[in-house]
Nanobody, 118 residues
Framework: QVQLVESGGGLVQAGGSLRLSCAAS????????MGWYRQAPGKQRDLVAD???????NYADSVKGRFTISRDNAKNTVYLQMNSLKPEDTAVYYC????????????WGQGTQVTVSL
């Protein structure tokens, strides 16, 4: 019902910047929150940032002040601007969309690799 396609991942040097994009299609009217998660090898998938339908945002402590999540409703796209990147940011980043119809339901993109080198 909801499809998410990420783009913008790649290899950058520490201190550099990258912008991830997530294009949403389908029944996007049902989505309450969209966000970005990341998963490094051997680790769980953790929230990076999310944004509500009214524009409220929250961030993982590890990325506060460096990452910015935003959305362009006209383009049905969510962005993650990543600045001052660190090697610890290396992970597969997944776009996430959530609805809550009594029970939370998550939609996921395919993931995009972000690698931050020294």
């Amino acid at each position: 019902q909801v499809q998410l396609v990420e783009s913008g991942g790649g290899l950058v040097q520490a201190g550099g910047s990258l912008r991830l994009s997530c294009a949403a299609s389908g029944s996007i009217f049902s989505i309450n929150v969209m966000g970005w998660y990341r998963q490094a090898p051997g680790k769980q998938r953790d929230l990076v940032a999310d944004i509500t339908s009214v524009g409220n945002t929250n961030y993982a402590d590890s990325v506060k002040g460096r990452f910015t999540i935003s959305r362009d409703n006209a383009k049905n796209t969510v962005y993650l601007q990543m600045n001052s990147l660190k090697p610890e940011d290396t992970a597969v980043y997944y776009c996430n969309a959530r609805r809550f119809d009594g029970i939370r339901y998550d939609y996921w993109g395919q993931g995009t690799q972000v690698t931050v080198s020294l």
